[in-house]
C-alpha cells in the first residue's frame, strides 16, 4: 500500500480499475490490467487522469514555495525582451523577437539595411490568442519576398493548419491546408509550392503540389508513400535550383529531385531504395553530392553529374574513415564546410572547392554543441554557426570561409550576473560490462569536493542515433546554484563515437542503452561524485524508455527519477500498426512479429518488467494530445507500479490535458513546468 505522507496527513493515491486484457503472440500470453485506458470516449479515462492530477497536486502543495522561488529564479536570468540575430536573404533582414510578458515570438524584417524601418511579419501572440497551446510549424518566405507561408498547431497533436499571407495587403489568401506536417518549400515561380500530408497515424505519406489561390480541393497529388515504415519529406537546395523530394525509414532513404523553377516538369529518382543506404543531397553547379553510408559505415561524401546522379557514377570526394563520422556537409558558391565527430566531439573544417586548401573551425572546451545556424544565401562567404556549452550561454557566431575570421554576433544574455568561470565542465569516461568507454559530460559549480556528498542529477537518451547535446541552460543554474552537479551519460544508441555506437545501441543490442547508464552511475558514485541516495535521473520519450528500464534492473541505485512523456509499453504500441511508433520504429527497435525481436523487446519493456519490489520516488509526465507517445502509455505505468511496487515512496502521474509531446508551448508556462520538475528533484533529494 502506499503510504506518502503531507503533515502526519494519509493521502491516498488513485487506485485504477483492472480490467485485464489477454494479449496472445509466438505462443505467449500477456495480461494487460490497464489496456483500457487507450479509449479516451471512456469517462473512466479522463477521470483517472484528472484524479492522478489532483493527487499530484495535493501531493506537491509543500513544494509550492519552492516551485514560485525556483520560477521567479529562472525567469530573471532571462532577457524577456530581446531579438534574434538577423540574417540576410537578398535584400531583407530577417529576425525574431520577444517582448516581456508575452509567451510567443513575434517575426519581422527590414529591407535594405539594419536601421530600416520595421516590418512585421508574423506575431505568434496573436496567432495563439484564445488557445491553451500552440506551434508555429512552417514559416517560409515566397522567393520575391512578397508572400508568408505558415502553419501552427493548437492542441500539440501536431497536425498543423497551413496558411498564406500576402506581405503587402497584409490579407490572407482564401485556401487553408488541414492536417499538413511542417515541411514545405516554394517553387522559384511564387506561385507554385509542395506540401506533405499526414495519415492517421500522424506519418507525413503525402506530397501535394499546391498553386497560390486555389483551392486546395484542386492540389495535385505528386506522391503516395503506401510503406508505413517511411516518412515523406520535402524542401529545396541552398542554390535553389532543385526540389527534393525525401523518402526515410530509419535506416534507408530515398531522393527525388525536380527543377525548381520548372514545376510542371516530374520528379526524378537520384538512386532507389536499398535496405540500410542512407543519403542526404545537396547541389553546386553541375554535381549532387551526396553524403551515405553505401559501404562506408562512419559515412563519406561523394559527387555525381546532375546528368547522371545514379550510383555507378558516383565519385568520391571524401572517403570513409573508420575513426570519424561524417555528420554532414553544407555547400556554397565557393565553399564545402565538412561537420564531422571525432573522440565523441564535434568537429568542423571549410573547404575552398576551387583550391582544396583548408580551415579547422577550432573548439576550445572539453565538451559543448555546435551547430549550423541560419544561412539562406548560396553566394556567400559567410557561414553562421552556433556554439554552446555546459557553462557557455548560446552564441552565434559569423566565419569568413576567405579569411578564417570568426566575428561572435550575439551571446545570450544571462542575467543576474552570471560568470561562467564560477562553474566547470568536464569530460569524462566510465567502463561500461563489456569494457566499453561511455563519455559523460558533467558540470558544477566550482568549490564542491568529491566526497561522495554531492546531490546529482543524471540524464541520457540513447535511441534513433540522436547525440545529446552538451549545451546551457539558465534555468540549470537553479541547480547548480544549489550544488547539484548535472551530467549527462552518452550512452549507445546514440551517434557519439560513430555509427557503430548507434548500432550497437539498437535492435538486439537495445540492453548495451540501459547497461551503459548504470556503467555511468556506478562510475559517478565510485569517483566520489555522489551517491545513491543524493542520485537523481530524468529522461524524456525513448529516455524515458530508459528511465523504467534502468529503475527496473536497478532500483537501488537511484533514489529520484523523473521520467517525461515516457515510451514505456514498447511490445504493444510496436505491435499496433495504427500508431506512430510502431511500424515506422522497426528499423530501430525491431518488428515483434519476429519472436526474437519479441521476445528480446518484452525483456526489457518497462511496462511489462514491473515487479513487486522497492521503487525510487517518481514523477512521470504525460501530454493528452501527444501524437509520438499516446498518454496512456505513462498512465498505464503509473497504475501497474502503484499496483506492485513495495515501497512508501512517492508516485506521481501530471498529465497536461492542453498539450502534447513538448509539454507546454508558452515560454512561461515551460517555466513553470522546469520549475515543478527541479522541486520535484530537490524535495525528493532533500534540499
Known amino acids: 500500500m502506499n503510504k506518502d505522507k503531507i503533515s502526519q496527513n494519509q493521502i491516498t493515491p488513485p487506485i485504477a480499475d483492472k480490467q485485464p486484457q489477454v494479449l496472445e503472440l509466438h505462443g505467449d500470453r500477456r495480461v494487460d490490467n490497464y489496456f483500457w485506458m487507450r479509449d479516451i470516449d471512456n469517462p473512466k479515462v479522463v477521470a483517472y487522469l484528472e484524479a492522478e492530477n489532483s493527487y499530484t497536486k495535493v501531493m506537491m502543495q509543500h513544494t509550492e514555495t519552492l516551485q514560485k522561488t525556483l520560477y521567479n529564479e529562472m525567469l530573471s536570468r532571462i532577457k524577456e525582451t530581446d531579438l534574434s540575430v538577423p540574417y540576410r536573404k537578398d535584400n531583407y533582414y530577417y529576425y525574431s523577437r520577444t517582448e516581456a510578458g508575452k509567451d510567443y515570438r513575434i517575426h519581422c524584417r527590414k529591407e535594405g539595411n539594419l536601421d530600416a524601418p520595421e516590418e512585421v511579419l508574423l506575431d505568434e501572440n496573436e496567432l495563439a490568442a484564445g488557445h491553451d497551446f500552440f506551434e508555429l510549424g512552417i514559416f517560409a518566405i515566397s522567393p520575391n519576398h512578397q508572400i508568408l507561408a505558415y502553419s501552427y498547431d493548437t492542441s500539440g497533436s501536431e497536425q498543423y493548419t497551413l496558411l498564406f499571407l500576402d506581405l503587402t495587403t497584409r490579407e490572407l489568401y482564401p485556401e487553408t491546408i488541414a492536417d499538413t506536417y511542417f515541411s514545405f518549400c516554394w517553387c522559384n515561380d511564387n506561385q507554385t509550392s509542395f506540401y506533405t500530408k499526414i495519415d ?26 503506401p510503406d508505413h515504415a517511411y516518412a515523406l519529406y520535402v524542401g529545396k537546395t541552398r542554390s535553389q535550383a532543385y ?77 570513409h574513415r573508420e575513426d570519424v563520422l561524417l ?79 570568426q566575428e561572435l554576433k550575439k551571446q545570450t544574455e544571462v542575467l543576474g550576473d552570471y560568470d561562467k568561470n564560477q562553474y566547470q565542465s568536464e569530460w569524462l569516461l566510465a567502463t561500461a560490462e563489456d569494457g566499453t568507454q561511455i563519455p559523460i559530460s ?161 525483456s526489457y519493456s518497462p511496462y511489462d518488467n514491473v515487479a513487486a519490489k522497492d521503487y525510487p520516488h517518481l514523477l512521470i509526465t504525460a501530454g493528452l494530445n501527444d501524437s509520438r507517445v499516446k498518454y496512456w502509455e505513462p498512465a498505464k505505468w503509473t497504475a501497474k507500479l502503484r499496483e506492485l511496487k513495495t515501497d512508501d515512496h512517492v508516485l506521481l502521474l501530471k498529465t497536461n490535458m ?30
Not at 213 to 218: A, H, I, N
Not at 328 to 342: M, P, T
Not at 658 to 676: M, N, Q, V, W
Open 327 to 405: 555528420s554532414g556537409v553544407s555547400l556554397f558558391i565557393n565553399h564545402l564546410v565538412i561537420y564531422e565527430r571525432k573522440d565523441g566531439l564535434q568537429t568542423a573544417r571549410v573547404q575552398n572547392i576551387s583550391t582544396g586548401s583548408e580551415d579547422n573551425i577550432i573548439f576550445p572546451e572539453p565538451t559543448y554543441q555546435f551547430y549550423e545556424g541560419n544561412n539562406p544565401e548560396f553566394n556567400t562567404n559567410i557561414l553562421r554557426f552556433n556554439y554552446t556549452s555546459l557553462i557557455t550561454p548560446p552564441s552565434v557566431f559569423d566565419y569568413d570561409m576567405e579569411t578564417h575570421e
Open 658 to 687: 492542453d498539450a502534447g509531446h513538448s509539454g507546454a508551448s508558452g515560454r512561461y508556462e515551460s517555466l513553470r513546468e522546469l520549475a515543478f520538475e527541479y522541486a520535484f528533484i530537490l524535495a525528493r533529494l532533500g534540499l
Open 200 to 225: 492517421a497515424a500522424n506519418r507525413p505519406y503525402q506530397l501535394f503540389k499546391h498553386t497560390l489561390g486555389t483551392p486546395p480541393t484542386q492540389d495535385q497529388l505528386i506522391y503516395h508513400e
Open 442 to 602: 558533467i558540470v558544477y559549480k566550482k568549490g564542491i569536493e568529491k566526497d561522495g556528498k554531492n546531490p546529482l542529477l543524471l540524464t541520457g537518451y540513447g535511441a534513433y542515433g540522436a547525440s545529446y547535446p552538451a549545451s546551457f541552460s539558465s534555468a540549470r543554474l537553479a541547480l547548480l546554484d544549489r550544488g547539484v552537479v548535472f551530467a549527462i551519460a552518452h550512452i549507445r544508441g546514440g551517434e557519439e563515437m560513430g555509427r557503430k555506437w548507434y548500432e550497437d545501441g539498437k535492435f538486439l543490442q537495445k540492453k548495451n542503452t540501459f547497461t551503459d547508464f548504470i556503467a555511468c552511475a556506478e562510475y559517478l558514485i565510485n569517483e566520489g561524485w555522489t551517491i545513491s541516495d543524493r542520485l537523481a535521473i530524468t529522461g524524456g520519450s525513448a529516455g524515458g524508455l530508459l528511465m523504467g528500464a534502468v529503475i527496473n534492473l536497478r532500483p537501488e541505485l537511484f533514489k529520484v527519477v523523473v521520467a517525461d512523456v515516457p515510451f514505456v509499453d514498447v511490445v504493444t504500441t510496436i505491435l499496433d500498426t495504427s500508431l506512430p511508433l510502431s511500424a515506422m520504429e522497426w528499423e530501430e527497435w525491431g518488428n515483434p512479429n519476429d519472436k526474437v525481436y519479441y521476445e528480446y523487446m518484452k
Open 243 to 319: 526540389i527534393l523530394m525525401t523518402l526515410q525509414s530509419s535506416i534507408t532513404t530515398e531522393v527525388h529531385y525536380l527543377d525548381a523553377n520548372n514545376p510542371e516538369s516530374n520528379f526524378q529518382i537520384i538512386y532507389p531504395r536499398e535496405p540500410g543506404i542512407e543519403y542526404d543531397v545537396e547541389h553546386h553547379s553541375d554535381y549532387f553530392y551526396i553524403v551515405t553510408n553505401e559501404a562506408a559505415t562512419n559515412f563519406k561524401l561523394v559527387r555525381t553529374p546532375l546528368t547522371m546522379p545514379s550510383k555507378e557514377n558516383w565519385q568520391t570526394v571524401i572517403p
